[in-house]
T-cell receptor, first 111, second 113 residues
Framework: DTAVSQTPKYLVTQMGNDKSIKCEQN?????MYWYKQDSKKFLKIMFS???????INETVPNRFSPKSPDKAHLNLHINSLELGDSAVYFC??????????FGDGTRLSIL | GEDVEQSLFLSVREGDSSVINCTYT??????LYWYKQEPGAGLQLLTY?????DMKQDQRLTVLLNKKDKHLSLRIADTQTGDSAIYFC?????????????FGTGTQLKVEL
């Protein structure tokens, strides 16, 4: 199946821990993104990468570090998790000027 | 500005038409999109319209764009219970600083029998 896939789907962890979310797309897109959806369903872009290069960083705390080993992967590592990091994190990909296709989301809960 | 506004809730009866409205502020938008999010699921691309178009129809979906007023709407004909979801409009902006989508606040559509 051609898709954007992210793992894990659910992530429950304690405050202060470090965790990673992985994302892969097999659509051949050049650009990948991370979005955060808060408890009120508001979606906001965090990062975008084009061909492994960081293009957008929307004033996200530096505890969040994206890494793109190749243009089909964009992983998100989060250090020292805080309660306010609880949210759904969506990965997406797109061609340079085309519509974005989203993964199913990772539901992060901080205890 | 990058504010994209939508009404929060819409309730319709099955079989009626639904109209979901969206206003945006950035006139440099090149595309405007509609996404659907069902409970616990990701975002599904429904349709999109180029900024130089006024209307686009795709089966039960009709998108209207009034660029002068920066107003976008999504009409769903013969609304079904399976259409119950949150609908997001989003504007796509091509910039030298990176292309991105700015999402609206989302409209929760509830379809009643």
């Amino acid at each position: 199946d051609t898709a954007v896939s992210q793992t894990p789907k659910y992530l429950v962890t304690q405050m202060g821990n470090d965790k990673s979310i992985k994302c892969e797309q097999n659509l051949g897109h050049d650009t990948m993104y991370w979005y955060k959806q808060d408890s009120k369903k508001f979606l906001k872009i965090m990062f975008s990468y084009n061909n492994k290069e960081l293009i957008i960083n929307e004033t996200v705390p530096n505890r969040f570090s994206p890494k793109s080993p190749d243009k089909a992967h964009l992983n998100l590592h989060i250090n020292s998790l805080e309660l306010g990091d609880s949210a759904v994190y969506f990965c997406a990909s797109s061609p340079n000027d085309g519509p974005q296709h989203f993964g199913d989301g990772t539901r992060l809960s901080i205890l | 500005g990058e504010d994209v506004e939508q009404s929060l809730f819409l309730s319709v009866r099955e079989g009626d038409s639904s109209v979901i409205n969206c206003t945006y502020t950035d006139s440099s938008s090149t595309y405007l999109y509609w996404y659907k999010q069902e409970p616990g699921a990701g975002l599904q691309l429904l349709t999109y319209i180029f900024s130089n178009m006024d209307m686009k129809q795709d089966q039960r979906l009709t998108v209207l764009l009034n660029k002068k007023d920066k107003h976008l709407s999504l009409r769903i004909a013969d609304t079904q219970t399976g259409d119950s979801a949150i609908y997001f409009c989003a504007e796509f902006i091509l910039t030298g600083g990176g292309n991105k989508l700015t999402f609206g606040t989302g409209t929760q559509l509830k379809v009643e029998l």
